[in-house]
């Protein structure tokens, strides 16, 4: 039988049964491509990464990401998970000014992180930067979204944008809401998702919607999100990195001044009974978005085994 170990962690969370849970396979040498895309089925966590050696010996590790239906090429929770797993085997490198680094080669590109630890030596946080810059791509009709949502088209916000297309480095629909009780009446209709997929989709069947709206200043969070992808097998996600990321990278962009710089707090998962808090920071220079950080922490769930026959 052939033999892999895997741990789980629940990101961006400091306590059991928050967040979103990830299952990370820190040795997966060997498997193929189609026996990935089994396993992520077979655990059924929104994202499952598997770990191998990097193409260049500079870099700590190539990492592959499979959601339940597919491969995708950058996601928030999947890197910062995985960091916490690696930093905690000790695979990180310290730098000469004490910082701990890796870096992940993947689909959509390098990916950076930073251990944050504890004062006792554990590791508290990590810290990514995305991939790529700002893109922004098409708009959706707020008749579409809405009914992406099962909410009314005049639960849609459209004063500082649309519902546009945004990513740095996973492309995500970013549509504001009015008001929370829009977002907590958000339910996805899987047929209007077809039809969206098929009209304004912008990759096979990855057709997601992440929804937000401000909070009151003094609340739990800046912002409050929800994020539905069920064309990729999640009907919702707990904690959505990469759509935060791209969420505040555009913000950064719609603001006024050609230089901005924005740290942000946002609440997910609440209405599912998993509590997370991502934490984005954002920064635009002479007109342009050139940085993105998320950060988050992680609590080790799970060690387990899973058994292969021998090809």
């Known amino acids: 039988m052939r033999t892999y170990s895997f741990i789980t962690v629940d990101v961006f969370t400091d306590r059991p049964f928050g967040g979103n849970p990830l299952a990370v396979f820190p040795d997966a040498g060997g498997l193929s491509s189609e026996e990935m895309q089994q396993i992520a089925g077979e655990i059924n966590y929104s994202e499952i990464t598997f770990v191998l050696p990097p193409a260049y010996p500079s870099n700590t590790a190539r990492v592959r990401i499979f959601t339940p239906r597919n491969e995708v090429p950058f996601a928030g929770h999947p890197n910062v998970g995985t960091g916490y797993v690696l930093g905690a085997m ?106 969206c997929n098929d009209r304004y989709g912008y990759a096979e069947d990855r057709f997601s919607i992440h929804a937000y709206v401000g909070l009151d200043q003094g609340g739990p969070a800046d912002l409050q999100a929800r994020m539905f992808a069920p064309l990729s097998g999640i009907l919702e996600d707990p904690a959505t990195g990469s759509a935060n990321a791209a969420l505040v990278a555009l913000l950064a962009d719609l603001a006024a001044a050609p230089d901005a710089k924005l740290n942000i707090e946002v609440l997910q998962g609440v209405e599912m009974g998993r509590p997370s808090r991502l934490c984005v920071l954002a920064e635009k220079r002479a007109g342009s978005v050139e940085r993105v950080l998320l950060s988050g922490g992680c609590v080790q769930m799970i060690r387990g085994e899973l058994r292969l026959p021998p090809r």
């Open 90 to 195: 000790g695979r990180a490198q310290r730098l000469a000014d004490g910082r701990e680094v890796m870096r992940f080669e993947e689909a959509a590109g390098l990916v950076e992180l930073e251990l944050i630890r504890r004062d006792e030596g554990s590791v508290g946080s990590v810290r990514i930067a995305a991939p790529q810059r700002l893109s922004k791509g098409h708009s959706v009709p707020v008749e579409a979204i809405a009914e992406c949502l099962s909410v009314a088209a005049a639960d849609i916000e459209t004063g500082r944008h649309p519902p546009i297309l945004a990513s740095v480095g996973l492309p995500f629909i970013i549509a504001e809401l009015r008001s929370l009780d829009a977002l907590q009446r958000c339910a996805p209709n899987h047929g209007a998702f077809t039809r």
